[in-house]
């Protein structure tokens, strides 16, 4: 079974810097996708990113870019000029040929002023 | 176009009372899913419809039903609840088989609590 771990329950960092969070997947699959989500105070789950793993090419998103190693099967995010409106809890999640998306714990990000 | 919408967006209840949460999407997506996200972890499926008429066990499918009622509401029954249901429910949609179908869009949510 496919399992996604963030080993960073909580990360800090000065507004306007730079900041990169964790994951580490375990799947058997050679095509997949992976998703970085966030998920502010409002609770409303939203799309920040994503990756297809025959893309060797990382993905970005304006101020967000991956680090997607696929033999090591890492996909960190990392987000640059950090922003207020950037703190949230961010998830990872990966999604091999059923569909069906699987999490990782979460971290939580601040942004301190 | 208002994506994923779910009713409620609070509920309470007490042990042993049914109800339903609804959920619906104008994306004219085929897959639906529900999710619940408990303190300190992510998203845990709790059952999907791939597509109108069909529905399937996820990871955490005890103590819940589902209706997919037409392709744009899936539906979430507690027949008895418990407070280890007490959680935030999560419904989604994705196009599956087309372009982005890999993509799931999130509903707001409802915070569910069992006393």
């Known amino acids: 079974a496919q399992t996604v771990t963030q080993s960073q329950p909580e990360m800090s960092v000065q507004e306007a810097e730079t900041v990169t969070l964790s994951c580490t997947y375990d799947t058997s699959e050679s095509d997949y996708y992976l998703f970085w989500y966030k998920q502010p105070p409002s609770r409303q789950m939203i799309l920040v990113i994503r990756?297809?793993?025959?893309k060797q090419q990382n993905a970005t998103e304006n101020r967000f870019s991956v680090n997607f190693q696929k033999a090591a099967k890492s996909f960190s995010l990392k987000i640059s000029d950090s922003q207020l409106g950037d703190a949230a809890m961010y998830f990872c999640a990966y999604m091999g040929s059923n569909y069906q998306l699987i999490w990782g714990a979460g971290t939580k990000l601040i942004i301190k002023p | 176009n208002a994506g994923v919408t779910q009713t409620p967006k609070f509920q309470v209840l007490k042990t042993g009372q049914s109800m339903t949460l609804q959920c619906a999407q104008d994306?004219?997506?085929?897959?639906m899913y529900w999710y619940r996200q408990d303190p300190g972890m992510g998203l845990r499926l709790i059952y999907y419809s791939a597509s109108e008429g069909t529905t399937d066990k996820g990871e955490v499918p005890n103590g819940y039903n589902v209706s997919r009622l037409n392709k744009r509401e899936f539906s979430l029954r507690l027949e008895s609840a418990a407070p280890s249901q007490t959680s935030v429910y999560f419904c989604?949609?994705?196009?599956?088989?087309?372009?982005?179908?890999?993509?799931?869009?999130f509903g707001p949510g409802t915070r569910l609590t069992v006393l």
């Open positions: 994306m004219n997506h085929n897959s």
């Open positions: 990756q297809e793993a025959y």
């Open positions: 989604a949609s994705n196009p599956l088989g087309g372009f982005g179908a890999d993509t799931q869009y």
